[in-house]
């Protein structure tokens, strides 16, 4: 092993199972201490228990490294402090956090309840601040660290997952935020967008052409983690297998221009449509393929 991390904390949410955990257990053979963070919950939110948060601390104990577990529930400013907390308590600092913690409530937008709506922003999103707002002040303090958000492709937008579509597009906001806010501090702030075989991926209604293990998300993420990787911030990158790629920056197309106040809906109905135009959404000409696939009673690729 490089030891990427050798000397570092990091601190991994949803890390009892599937990519955080692949997260966890590679940092911790890369040489980090690790707080394993884990409410111990179902795909929904449901059925908390600390078990799974023990197991990888057991795992990376019996491969020689050092770990502690908090089964905490990081959708609380509690939580999220907790968090951060146990790993100045057990290690002595902090140079890293990586937030993989979510869970789903699918439904159409027209049929979403509050209950629906409420859970995923705040386990997803919510669970993102509450353990950056802790660590970031820490790193300011130290001098450097790292925050690493998960985020999805289904920031575009998604048929049946309008609130985990939101909570994914706001963390990269919220990425985007801390990079800009904590550079001159040296913390760098980032976000990876997996697509790897998890109880998560199990249940997508297509055939994913691009897909990997959560051992490839981790090897990206102790990477971004490392020294190697200090100047990289403000990123989105996805990770599908053999494939790394990175998100374009949000920027403005194309633009007109009027004499202030001048503007009418009738000037711009006149303008608007071959001077600005639309930016294509690729999602949409790929509903109409899954439609079709459908139709003829076969399963969509994506």
Not at 18 to 42: M, P
Not at 110 to 137: C, Q, Y
Request: net charge negative.
């Amino acid at each position: 092993m490089a030891e990427f991390l050798r000397g570092k904390v990091v601190a991994v949410t949803g890390a009892g199972r599937g990519i955080g955990r692949a997260v966890a257990l590679a940092c911790a053979a890369e040489g980090a201490k690790v707080v394993v963070n884990d409410y111990g919950v179902g795909i929904d939110g449901s059925a908390p228990t600390s078990e799974v948060a023990d197991e990888v601390v057991k795992e990376i104990e019996a491969a020689g490294g050092e770990a502690v577990a908090v089964a905490d529930d990081i959708a609380t400013m509690a939580g999220g402090e907790r968090v951060v907390r146990t790993a100045v308590e057990a290690f002595g600092r902090l140079d890293g956090v990586v937030c993989v913690a979510g869970i789903l409530r699918e439904r159409m937008l027209f049929n979403m309840s509050e209950e629906e709506w409420d859970p995923v922003i705040a386990t997803h999103l919510k669970g993102t601040f509450t353990v950056f707002r802790a660590a970031s002040a820490l790193m300011r303090k130290q001098g450097g660290g790292s925050l690493i958000g998960f985020t999805s492709g289904n920031h575009q937008g998604s048929v049946s997952q309008p609130n985990y579509s939101a909570a994914k597009g706001g963390i990269i906001s919220l990425v985007r935020s801390a990079a800009l806010g904590l550079a001159k501090y040296g913390v760098t702030a980032n976000a990876v967008a997996p697509v790897a075989r998890t109880r998560m991926s199990a249940n997508v209604p297509m055939e994913l052409k691009e897909i990997g293990a959560p051992e490839d998300v981790a090897a990206l993420v102790v990477y971004l983690l490392s020294d190697a990787a200090h100047e990289i911030t403000g990123q989105v990158y996805t990770v599908a297998g053999s494939k790394i790629a990175v998100w374009a920056q949000p920027r403005e197309l194309r633009a007109m221009y009027a004499e202030p106040g001048s503007w009418t809906p009738e000037r711009i109905a006149d303008f608007l449509p071959g001077t600005v135009g639309v930016d294509p959404m690729p999602m949409l000409a790929q509903l109409e393929a899954m439609a079709k696939a459908a139709a003829a009673k076969d399963r969509p690729n994506a």
